[in-house]
């Protein structure tokens, strides 16, 4: 895991990528003109004002300002961290990511030593994985509590269910024979050092249920203990490669077992997911000792169009189904579906389905409750009686719906509250109530500014030429002047030139990737898609006679400069010499 991933690798996986196939598998996109367009994504519209140009591989929404390259789209449409971006990418192009090793003080000898020792995580954890299945096997007791539950070797061997036996270093013993393996896996979370520097294996005595990425990667484990003790269920902590937040259980089972599912069942345990899908309800996944998160519906609804949460009845489950809802909310734009199960007390769907059966037990998810009937259902829980009741019940109601993205879905959710207050079809005091609690001026749900023009002064429209037409650029003849010039801007236009110069090839994408958690990138990215640059068909002649204009402008600048300070107390015999150079200069060049 330790190493710089180098900049050559993320150029190719950039040119390896067309941006326009990518985002169309998730945002369905329109050509217009040379670029492509949609709604954005990121904010609620009406009007598409996200583009996304194949010649640059680079979107940008704007309305709301987000953009990006294929890289920025994922981490932000996906959820992803930028190491976390890569390897999706990667992954798609059957490419493994090479790192460059962070140790540059070693020896090339104590480098490829450090390289022998060192273990990828990712393989680290899927080789614990296998272990734990082996010691199921061993494990008479492990093997009767499986059956005890009901659970197939067929099911068990699908989720590849193991067993850690009881003992403080099984895992340390097999897996850690240095201390650079054992530092890693306590920061991958299978070992534990306590504050007197003891080292031992986080689980015990338990039935281990592995993890794993949308790629298939164990990324960490669930362990459920075999008899009483206590925490009945222990997850692996928050790690560089798992969160619980961005993660689902089962979701991977899922994904092999249906290209694209037609719906996501939502329960809260590991041991769920398995009896359902023993039972030939295999499109089941569990949060992670977490309350479903944006991140965790998000997900979701990449993958389907059609999420049922499935929880107990009682107060913990109608809350859990609250937060749920709430978190949803901004996500449910038209073609999405959420949907509420709620079951009888003493009952979880591992007991249900075995109780019912399959097809009654499906039955019941096709009866589930549609979202907007458990959000009125809710709000109207509480609320008092009469006119104040329906007063409070309208605006907590409103408030609700206003972050549902505009489209049908919140429109039934208007009439739907219309209906529920007796209003009828009165939509009056319905848009009314709605234009009370919309903010002054505004149009959308999203908080983000909208983007403004750019004010193109020469130094910007030069990096903004350099940076959507690198090509032409790449072709330009060197500049000495260049050299010169001390004007702000002239610093990050030089090294631009320069990226361009060592690379002739370089996109405007990859451009953009150089430059990634600069102070200039969010300017940068500005200016690749500056709509105010009318540039004509001969760039590189436009590029030419733009540069030209800040040499001129530096020469009159400088001009002035030295004739001010003549006035005031004189110039060296160097300045003078320098100021009759730039005089003749600038009458040639005006001439």
Not at 244 to 251: C, D, P, Q, V
Not at 254 to 283: C, S, T
Not at 352 to 381: I, M, N, S
Request: hydrophobic share 35%.
């Amino acid at each position: 895991m330790s190493g710089r991933i180098p900049q050559s690798f993320i150029d190719d996986l950039l040119a390896r990528t067309d941006i326009v196939d990518l985002i169309d598998q998730r945002v369905k996109l329109k050509k217009t003109g040379k670029n492509y367009q949609a709604c954005c994504p990121f904010h609620n519209e009406k009007s598409p004002s996200f583009t996304v140009s194949h010649e640059k591989q680079f979107y940008h929404c704007f309305g709301c300002g987000a953009h990006g390259t294929v890289l920025g789209f994922l981490m932000e449409y996906d959820g992803l961290e930028f190491l976390d971006a890569i390897d999706e990418l990667a992954s798609m192009h059957g490419l493994t990511v090479p790192r460059e090793n962070s140790k540059s003080s070693l020896s090339p000898q104590q480098q490829a030593a450090a390289k022998a020792v060192r273990q990828d995580l990712y393989a680290q954890l899927n080789d614990i994985s296998r272990f734990y299945q082996t010691q199921l096997r061993q494990s008479q007791d492990a093997i009767q509590y499986l059956k005890k539950r009901g659970l197939s070797g067929e099911v068990v061997k699908r989720f590849n269910i193991g067993y850690v036996p009881e003992q403080w270093d099984s895992v340390k013993r097999q897996f850690a024979p240095n201390n650079e393996a054992e530092h890693q896996l306590t920061e991958g979370g299978m070992l534990i050092k306590s504050d007197s520097g003891r080292v031992y294996d986080r689980f015990r005595d338990r039935i281990m249920f592995p993890i794993h990425d949308r790629r298939g990667r164990v990324i960490g484990f669930g362990g459920r203990v075999l008899g009483d003790g206590t925490p009945k269920y222990l997850n692996s902590p928050e790690t560089p490669v798992f969160h619980k937040g961005r993660e689902l259980y089962g979701l991977y089972e899922v994904r092999q077992a249906h290209r694209n599912p037609e719906r996501i069942l939502i329960v809260e345990g590991y041991m769920d997911v398995v009896a359902l899908a023993q039972f030939g309800i295999d499109y089941a996944v569990a949060s992670l000792g977490t309350a479903t998160t944006p991140e965790h519906l998000q997900l979701l609804f990449r993958t389907t169009r059609e999420v049922i949460c499935c929880y107990d009845g009682d107060r913990a489950g109608r809350e859990a189904a609250w937060r749920a809802l709430e978190n949803a909310l901004p996500l449910l734009q038209d073609g999405r579906s959420l949907k509420f199960v709620f079951l009888p007390d003493g009952d979880d769907p591992d007991t249900r389905v075995r109780k019912l059966g399959k097809d009654a037990f499906t039955q019941e998810l096709e009866q589930a409750q549609d979202f907007g009937d458990f959000l009125f259902e809710r709000l109207g829980q509480n609320a008092m009686t009469g006119d104040a009741g329906q007063h409070e019940l309208a605006n907590k109601a409103a408030e609700a719906i206003m972050r549902v993205p505009e489209g049908f879905t919140r429109e039934g959710l208007i009439t739907q509250l219309s209906r529920q207050l007796n209003w009828g079809e009165n939509e009056r005091r319905v848009r009314d109530l709605f234009s009370r609690l919309q903010p002054s001026g505004s149009t959308t749900t999203d908080s983000r500014p909208i983007n403004s023009k750019i004010k193109l002064t020469p130094i910007r429209r030069a990096i903004a030429l350099v940076l959507q037409y690198p090509a032409a650029a790449s072709n330009l003849p060197d500049m000495p002047e260049f050299t010169e010039l001390t004007m702000p801007g002239m610093d990050l236009l030089r090294d631009l030139l320069a990226q361009i110069r060592a690379q002739p090839s370089i996109t405007t994408a990859q451009l953009l990737e150089h430059w990634r958690g600069h102070s200039f990138a969010k300017a940068l990215a500005r200016l690749a898609m500056a709509e105010e640059l009318f540039a004509g068909e001969n760039i590189e002649q436009e590029l030419q006679d733009t540069f030209v204009v800040l040499i001129n402008d530096y020469l009159e600048s400088h001009i002035d400069m030295l004739q001010q300070k003549s006035k005031q107390g004189g110039l060296t015999p160097i300045e003078t010499q320098e100021l009759m150079l730039l005089l003749s200069e600038s009458k040639a060049n005006n001439n």
